[in-house]
């Protein structure tokens, strides 16, 4: 049979196309406030002076974003499905009063991208000079809850945020893991005008391959965050920033060279703080804090991980730091699969803090939807 040419291929009712696709935006429309009055009824049962973090179920929120992922047959690529079902959740969320969510500032970090990542753009996002202050402002209540860097693919773990979890009494709840691409963000036309570089000392070492490469005399200027970095390429000449794209909008640079990363896959995990431990999701990480009345050696480790292989729990990171309670004493941020709660992980930890001199439930969150 003949092949049918594009000349006797049926023409596109471009005008009944549109129509069907403008019936489509109504029922969509209609949905999506049905949905936001439903949130509403929510946020009313729960009293005339709820808000938004009295009813904020992230992990409710994760179950909804894994049916996301299960429904989804195209050609909308799951990235933009699960971006979409964010800020819809967000706004739903926000109609009475919008979660605060303090982050490392200032505005245009990669910090404050993950915010709203994980919580869609109907935040108030909190911009803070340090982790410290996140920790302070979500303990005290100015903050709901707060977004800290924990680890880097390429560079490793943010020893300040693991230290802070030592006398802090927040809990984790949830984690973001998002690709970090850094740019090289400046005011000048080329790269022989560039005097010095201001980053955050993460962003410098996660580039450093390339920036011995192409530009091995210029100055290297640790800075408190990339965004204190672009602010400064914005008012002094000679400098040039490393930063993302947010950051090159909200300090009005140009992206003299994309992605000077060294590894293609460098990306960074945040951890969601706040005040209450979650219930399970059904797919969950706990961390714990734990030590022992040791000094070191292969026994400490052996006692710690025992009741684990026992158990059949997988063990996906560990970190020791010092315990600061005493020289060479040490203690142990540990991640696991599943929820503190339910079976084989409780078991397991029950017979930890038996045999534990130190022991902290820090959180138990949902995974990562991505």
Not at 22 to 42: G, H, K, S, Y
Not at 46 to 62: F, I, L, N, S
Not at 136 to 164: C, K, R, Y
Not at 212 to 241: C, K, M
Request: proline share 4%; aromatic share 6%.
């Amino acid at each position: 049979m003949a092949k049918e040419s594009k000349k006797d291929a049926s023409p596109i009712d471009l005008a009944a196309m549109r129509k069907r696709i403008d019936d489509v935006d109504c029922q969509i429309q209609a949905l999506i406030n049905e949905r936001a009055r439903f949130a509403q009824a929510v946020g009313v049962s729960k009293g005339p002076m709820a808000g938004a973090v009295d009813y904020y179920r992230p992990e409710r929120e994760a179950e909804v974003l894994r049916a996301v992922l299960e429904r989804n047959e195209g050609p909308l690529r799951d990235e933009e499905m699960l971006r979409l079902f964010r800020e819809i959740m967000s706004a739903c969320l926000a109609q009475q009063e919008p979660l605060k969510v303090g982050y490392l500032g200032p505005e245009g970090t990669f910090t404050q991208t993950a915010v709203y990542k994980h919580f869609g753009h109907s935040v108030r996002g909190l911009p803070y000079s340090t982790i410290d202050e996140v920790f302070q402002e979500v303990e005290s209540g100015a903050a709901d809850f707060g977004v800290v860097p924990i680890e880097n693919s390429t560079e490793g773990s943010v020893n300040h945020t693991l230290d802070m979890f030592l006398t802090s009494p927040l809990k984790i709840g949830g984690e973001i893991e998002m690709r970090i691409e850094q740019h090289l963000l400046g005011r000048m036309k080329g790269l022989d005008s560039i005097e010095r570089i201001c980053a955050h000392e993460q962003s410098l070492a996660q580039c450093r391959g390339w920036l011995r490469e192409y530009l091995p005399h210029v100055e290297l200027i640790g800075v408190a965050s990339n965004a204190t970095g672009a602010r400064r390429a914005r008012d002094e000449a000679g400098t040039a920033a490393i930063g993302g794209d947010a950051a090159a909008e909200v300090y009005g640079l140009e992206i003299m060279v994309n992605n000077i990363e060294d590894r293609s896959d460098n990306s960074t995990r945040f951890l969601v703080i706040g005040r209450n431990l979650l219930t399970a999701s059904g797919e969950d990480k706990t961390t714990i804090l734990v030590s022992t009345s040791g000094t070191g050696g292969a026994g400490i480790l052996h006692t710690l991980l025992q009741p684990f292989a026992a158990n059949g729990v997988s063990m996906t990171r560990i970190e020791s730091r010092p315990s600061r309670r005493k020289n060479w004493n040490y203690v142990f941020f540990i991640d696991l699969e599943g929820h503190a709660e339910e079976p084989p992980l409780k078991e397991a930890l029950a017979e930890l803090e038996k045999n534990s001199s130190l022991f902290r439930l820090i959180g138990a969150y949902p995974k990562a939807v991505n």
